[in-house]
Structure formats: structure tokens, C-alpha cells
């Protein structure tokens, strides 16, 4: 059920190659509000940084627009959430089963992608349908949330997936040093995340204890609940209308 009026723009990026319909169920609750942004396509040697910046010019709000604005992105996404928060500058930036720093990323990733690496996109594509059959299996989706998986990665591109797993293993890491201002990082987590296995060495705002990776589907409520307190902390004081 749509919750209008919310405070502020919600802008999610969805997980590395994946629609941006798997925020189906936030779409529910913030409606207009929400942003739901594509990936592009990358150029050719490409930064992640460099590809951040781009992509988020595709969606950034017009000079005399001051709505306040919440950043956020899932798993992937979410590294890329942080490094668009440099050109968007947000009044936070939500962590969706994602990581603050290279020292999160679990090793698997980078053999992933050594194994990926060699293998053509064409023949590569026809990875897409077991690797979905992990994530229904891994995350003990059910069969509504399973189809919709499988849904939204039907047209993933393997050389978008190929190219922004090479610069994820090689990300130097979010620098707050680097911009004008200090944005407010928050994270929420499942616990028993398979992925992006959680670190309790960083500060986690909330932890699913039954989560696992893709909680924004398993625990909608709880991830829904968790954004709008947010929001209503960051954009109701700072909404222009709301003075």
C-alpha cells in the first residue's frame, strides 16, 4: 500500500546486472517518490568511478529542484550508490546488504571473476540461469519472489556483469575525504547473508537475524520500515515545502 506523501526522493540502485523492478516491493510503499534507475552500459576501461558519475547525471535532479534526496543501492549497488553520492551529494546513503569498504568483499568475488574472465559473453549468458537458481536457493526464496528473480535478470548483460565485477575486486574503497561534504552512511543486513557475508567489524544500523541476501524481497517490511525512518529523520526537516 502507497504511503503518500513521503518527504524527499528515494533514488535505489538495483544489485550488479539486475532489473530495477527487484525493488518491486519498496515500489509499493514509496511510490512516486522512488527512483529506479538502469544500469547503463559501461565504456570501455571504464572506472567504476567514472561510470558512477555518468550514470547518475542520467537521473540527476535539475538545478532549482531542492527536494532532499536518499541514496541507496543493493549489494552492488550499493558501492555505487557511494561513489554517486560524490555528484548527487544525498543526505544519506543506504547500504542494502552491501559493504562500506574493499575489506568487506569476500574473496569469492575475485574468483568469480578470474573464472569469468576468459569465457565470451555469448556462451557466459548461458551462466545467467543457474546463477539465478543459486540466488532462489540460496536466499530460500519462495516461488513468487523466485519467478521475479528469474524475471529481472532475463535480460542481464554478461559484459555489464563481467566488467563490474573487475572493478569491484579492484575498488579502492569510498573516501569521504574527496568530497565537500560528509554524507551519513547507514546499513541494514542480514545476518545469515551468503553473499556479502556480514562484518561485524563495521557498524551495522540493523541487522536481519533470519536475512540473507536479498532481504529487500524476504524482509520487505522490515527493509521498507528501516528507509522510511530514514527518510522522515533526513528529508522531513531539511523538505522546503515543509517550512
Same mark, same amino acid.
Not at 512516486?32 to 537521473?59: K, M, S
Not at 528473480?149 to 563481467?162: D, F, G, H, Q, Y
Given at each position: 500500500m502507497t504511503q503518500p506523501p513521503l518527504p524527499g526522493r528515494l533514488i535505489l540502485l538495483p544489485e550488479l546486472g539486475l532489473d530495477?523492478?527487484?525493488?518491486?516491493?519498496?515500489?509499493?510503499?514509496?511510490?512516486?517518490?522512488? !527512483?529506479?534507475? $538502469?544500469?547503463?552500459? =559501461?565504456?570501455?576501461?571504464?572506472?567504476?568511478?567514472?561510470?558512477?558519475?555518468?550514470?547518475?547525471?542520467?537521473?540527476?535532479?535539475l538545478p532549482d529542484d531542492q527536494t532532499p534526496l536518499l541514496l541507496g543501492g543493493l549489494s552492488i549497488g550499493g558501492i555505487f550508490a557511494l561513489e554517486m553520492s560524490k555528484l548527487l551529494k544525498p543526505q544519506a546513503v543506504i547500504l542494502i546488504a552491501s559493504c562500506r569498504s574493499p575489506a568487506d568483499l569476500p574473496y569469492r568475488l575475485t574468483i568469480f571473476e578470474k573464472i569469468l574472465r576468459p569465457i565470451p559473453p555469448t556462451l557466459a549468458e548461458l551462466l545467467t540461469g543457474p546463477i539465478t537458481s543459486t540466488f532462489a536457493f540460496k536466499d530460500r526464496l519462495d516461488d513468487v519472489n523466485t519467478q521475479l528473480?528469474?524475471? !529481472?535478470?532475463? $535480460?542481464?548483460?554478461? =559484459?555489464?556483469?563481467?566488467?563490474?565485477l573487475q572493478q569491484i575486486v579492484q575498488w579502492k574503497g569510498f573516501d569521504q575525504t574527496e568530497t565537500e561534504i560528509k554524507v551519513p552512511i547507514y546499513q541494514i543486513h542480514g545476518k545469515n547473508d551468503w553473499m556479502l557475508p556480514l562484518n561485524q567489524r563495521q557498524p551495522i544500523d540493523h541487522v536481519i537475524h533470519n536475512g540473507r541476501h536479498l532481504i529487500n524481497l524476504t524482509h520487505p517490511a522490515t527493509v521498507n520500515r528501516f528507509i522510511l525512518g530514514l527518510m522522515k529523520k533526513h528529508c522531513a526537516t531539511s523538505d522546503p515545502d515543509s517550512n
Open positions: 530495477s523492478k527487484i525493488f518491486e516491493q519498496q515500489a509499493r510503499v514509496f511510490g512516486r517518490a522512488l !527512483v529506479q534507475p $538502469n544500469w547503463i552500459n =559501461p565504456r570501455e576501461n571504464e572506472t567504476i568511478h567514472d561510470y558512477a558519475l555518468r550514470w547518475a547525471e542520467t537521473f540527476k535532479p528473480v528469474k524475471k !529481472v535478470a532475463r $535480460n542481464c548483460s554478461m =559484459p555489464l556483469i563481467k566488467w563490474g
